[in-house]
């Protein structure tokens, strides 16, 4: 892979994420569908958090 494109996989509980990142683009992969609605919800929730602080910076 190049610098460009990198890949990450986690275990949490019973299932996995895999990050890939392709320029400054993120997609973010889950292996169980019920679980991605609650992990997702949280990381939305503190990526929004950490973007308002940065603003309020």
């Known amino acids: 892979?190049?610098?460009d494109v990198e890949?990450?996989?986690?275990?949490?509980?019973?299932t996995s994420i895999r990050l890939v990142r392709a320029g400054n683009v993120v997609q973010i992969l889950f292996s169980s569908s019920?679980?991605?609605?609650y992990l997702y919800k949280e990381l939305?929730?503190?990526y929004k958090r950490a973007r308002d602080k940065?603003?309020?910076a």
């Open 34 to 37: 019920l679980e991605a609605k």
């Open 7 to 14: 890949a990450s996989q986690y275990d949490i509980g019973t």
């Open 44 to 46: 939305a929730e503190r």
């Open 54 to 56: 940065l603003k309020g």
């Open 1 to 3: 892979m190049s610098n």
